[in-house]
């Protein structure tokens, strides 16, 4: 049983297609890093699975059930976008605020041992008007961890940090993984942070996923590679996948092609030139991380397609 799994999922907003036919597969006890360009629809998928609005097409399951449309999960606990949060009241008090809402017993222990957890023991108190963003992203992840949630959605939750405070909040959500077996759905821009602890990857492009791959297979394809830059990028690309089957093709901008998998440079340029495709350049390159995530994902600049 998969902790969050999405079945043909869509949504549009008027006439503009966010996504078509998106299959999520989150194992459970994975942190699951969710990757695509700006606008590609991160957090729109993030509130769908929340139940903060409904999908137009396709299903959700978390932890098994089938999710109702804008019914929130109870084992389900979210960040996405600004932490909600009351400015004028505490940090203890705007987490005492939602576990009356949840309706938990012992609120006030719990509250501040969630505070304690996420480091904000000693500002429990003060407003959160006055909180930085370092503490209103820990204050967000207390929020969604109240209720101890099996499933947790954390949108961006390391952006715009100094590296300091997204390293603890990093180790935070690793705790949270390993201590309590929370499993963790989160997006984020900055691939280094993410490539630091997660164990799986979805990466999110024209709607759909462009790929689901655990953290050993993106470290297997990112072991060798060879980048080829040609003009006739497409053609190139048609030819390689067809000659090599196994291999993993990707295009990536300024007309280069990458190709994952043991593949010898010599049969490369033999296939592109009995094609008569001329190669500008053919080059092995290790371990660039970062071009193989942002060729899955389709590019580096201007936002995810209209
Ligand atoms: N409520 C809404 N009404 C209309 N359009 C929306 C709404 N919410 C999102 N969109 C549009 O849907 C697209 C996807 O937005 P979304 O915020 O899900 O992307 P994202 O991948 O999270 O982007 P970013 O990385 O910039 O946060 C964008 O073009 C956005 O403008």
Same mark, same amino acid.
């Given at each position: 049983?998969?902790?969050?799994?999405?079945? %043909?999922?869509?949504?549009?907003?008027? &006439?503009?297609?966010?996504?078509?036919?998106?299959?999520? &597969?989150?194992?459970?006890?994975?942190?699951?890093?969710?990757?695509?360009?700006? %606008?590609?629809?991160?957090?729109?998928?993030?509130?769908?699975?929340?139940?903060?609005? *409904?999908?137009?097409?396709?299903?959700?399951?978390?932890?098994?059930?089938?999710?109702?449309?804008? /019914?929130? &999960? *109870?084992?389900?606990? +979210?960040?996405?976008?600004?932490?909600?949060?009351?400015?004028?009241?505490?940090?203890?008090?705007?987490?005492? #605020?939602?576990?009356?809402?949840?309706?938990?017993?012992? $609120?006030?222990?719990?509250?501040?041992?969630?505070? /304690?957890?996420?480091?904000? $023991?000693?500002?429990?108190?003060?407003?959160?008007?006055?909180?930085?963003?370092?503490?209103?992203?820990?204050?967000?992840?207390?929020? +969604?961890?109240? %209720?101890?949630?099996?499933?947790?959605?954390?949108?961006?939750?390391?952006?715009?940090?100094? *590296?300091?405070?997204?390293?603890?909040?990093?180790?935070?959500?690793?705790?949270?993984?390993?201590?309590?077996?929370? =499993?963790?759905? @989160?997006?984020?821009?900055?691939?280094?942070?993410?490539?630091?602890?997660? =164990?799986?990857?979805?990466?999110?492009?024209?709607?759909?996923?462009?790929?689901?791959? =655990? $953290?050993?297979?993106?470290?297997?394809?990112?072991?060798?590679?060879?980048?080829?830059? =040609?003009?006739? $990028?497409?053609?190139?690309?048609? +030819?390689?996948?067809?000659?090599? *089957?196994?291999? &993993?093709?990707?295009?990536?901008?300024?007309?280069?092609?990458?190709?994952?998998?043991?593949?010898?440079?010599? /049969?490369?340029?033999? +296939?592109?030139?009995?094609?008569?495709?001329? @190669?500008?350049?053919?080059?092995?390159?290790? %371990?660039?991380?970062? #071009?193989?995530?942002?060729?899955?994902?389709?590019?580096?600049?201007?936002?995810?397609?209209?």
């Amino acid at each position: 049983m998969f902790a969050i799994e999405t079945a %043909g999922l869509g949504k549009s907003f008027r &006439h503009k297609r966010v996504l078509d036919g998106l299959n999520v &597969h989150v194992g459970q006890g994975e942190i699951y890093g969710f990757i695509g360009k700006n %606008g590609a629809g991160k957090s729109t998928t993030m509130k769908l699975i929340a139940g903060l609005m *409904p999908a137009d097409a396709g299903e959700i399951r978390v932890l098994g059930d089938l999710l109702v449309p804008c /019914e929130p &999960h *109870p084992r389900v606990g +979210a960040l996405i976008e600004q932490p909600g949060m009351y400015a004028n009241l505490s940090a203890l008090d705007n987490l005492m #605020a939602k576990a009356l809402v949840l309706g938990l017993v012992d $609120a006030r222990r719990t509250c501040e041992e969630l505070l /304690e957890v996420v480091g904000l $023991a000693d500002a429990g108190n003060e407003k959160t008007k006055r909180f930085s963003l370092g503490m209103r992203q820990r204050l967000g992840i207390a929020l +969604a961890l109240l %209720g101890s949630p099996d499933v947790l959605l954390l949108d961006e939750p390391l952006n715009g940090l100094d *590296p300091e405070i997204a390293r603890d909040i990093r180790s935070l959500i690793v705790r949270m993984n390993r201590e309590r077996g929370v =499993t963790v759905f @989160i997006s984020s821009h900055a691939l280094d942070q993410l490539e630091r602890i997660c =164990t799986v990857y979805g990466v999110l492009r024209d709607g759909g996923l462009a790929a689901e791959l =655990t $953290a050993d297979e993106v470290d297997q394809a990112c072991a060798r590679c060879l980048i080829v830059r =040609t003009g006739e $990028a497409p053609r190139a690309l048609a +030819a390689l996948t067809e000659r090599f *089957p196994r291999a &993993h093709l990707v295009a990536l901008p300024d007309d280069e092609l990458r190709i994952d998998g043991d593949i010898d440079a010599e /049969e490369v340029g033999r +296939a592109l030139a009995e094609e008569g495709i001329a @190669i500008r350049e053919l080059r092995r390159s290790e %371990g660039d991380r970062e #071009a193989f995530f942002v060729g899955l994902m389709g590019g580096h600049d201007g936002p995810a397609s209209e």
